[in-house]
């Protein structure tokens, strides 16, 4: 069973900056893509970024130049650099990791982190 472990989240100032991590634990798996999500209350999940195996990535176009994806594979862990931090980006983050194993390929989610961004 894989399961992930999120990291990071904290009140911070707008303007502010924070690293989120996201380690996967498990056995006999290999990574295939890795992504975050956002979660605002009162407002459905949405997609932040997305990192592959191969280091390709993708990110939300109203967040690119803030947010930065980055994976250590040899950690198995995925980062979420968010830069010049605004009120509206306060929200639960979500990590989920899109997996292989014997059986097929298989998604789970992290627990979730909370970011506030506030003065």
């Known amino acids: 069973q894989v399961q992930l472990v999120e990291s990071g989240g904290d009140l911070v100032q707008p303007g502010g900056s924070l690293r989120l991590s996201c380690a996967a634990s498990?056995?006999?798996?290999?990574?295939?893509?890795m992504g975050w999500y956002r979660q605002a209350p009162g407002k459905q999940r949405e997609f932040v970024a997305s990192?592959?195996?191969?280091?390709?990535?993708n990110c939300a176009d109203s967040l690119k130049g803030r947010f930065t994806i980055s994976r250590d594979n040899a950690k198995n862990t995925v980062y979420l650099q968010m830069n010049s931090l605004k009120p509206e980006d306060a929200a639960v983050y979500y990590c989920?990791?899109?997996?292989?194993?014997?059986?097929?390929?298989?998604?789970?989610w992290g627990q979730g982190t909370l970011v506030t961004v506030s003065s």
């Open positions: 989920k990791l899109t997996y292989k194993n014997f059986y097929g390929y298989a998604q789970v």
């Open positions: 498990g056995s006999a798996f290999s990574l295939v893509t």
């Open positions: 990192i592959t195996d191969s280091g390709s990535t």
